[in-house]
């Protein structure tokens, strides 16, 4: 399978998707971490996938969002941002808003 194909198929089969370094559980780095901690507020189920185990991946991501940094975050197949632009929608309720959940 095409890297672009993995990808398009991991953003539209599941509802919430991170492409960070590292896991949720243990972020690789503070952009990651910063990702998760705003995920784990809202509770909602997400999956996190690991791009520093696949530089094809880790490259691929960047292309098929046409955005070079991680993490990267999609909701329901479209791209939202990474870790500022997620930050900044929590912080607004943007986010809390597109996902269907309440603010905190």
């Not at 194909?5 to 559980?25: C, H, Q, W, Y």
């Not at 996190?48 to 185990?53: C, E, H, P, Q, W």
Request: glycine content about 10%; charged content about 20%; some cysteine.
């Amino acid at each position: 399978m095409a890297t672009s194909d993995r990808i398009r198929s991991l953003v539209t089969e599941n509802e919430i998707v991170v492409f960070m370094k590292g896991e949720p559980a243990a972020p690789q780095c503070g952009f990651s971490a910063g990702v998760v901690k705003v995920l784990d507020a809202i509770g909602r189920p997400y999956i996190g996938i690991d791009v520093l185990n696949d530089p094809f991946l880790r490259e691929g991501i960047k292309e098929y969002s046409d955005w070079p940094t991680l993490p990267q975050v999609y909701v329901r197949g479209e791209f939202v941002g990474g870790c500022d632009i997620v930050r900044e929608m929590y912080a607004s309720g943007e986010l809390q808003a597109l996902l269907g959940t309440q603010s905190a």
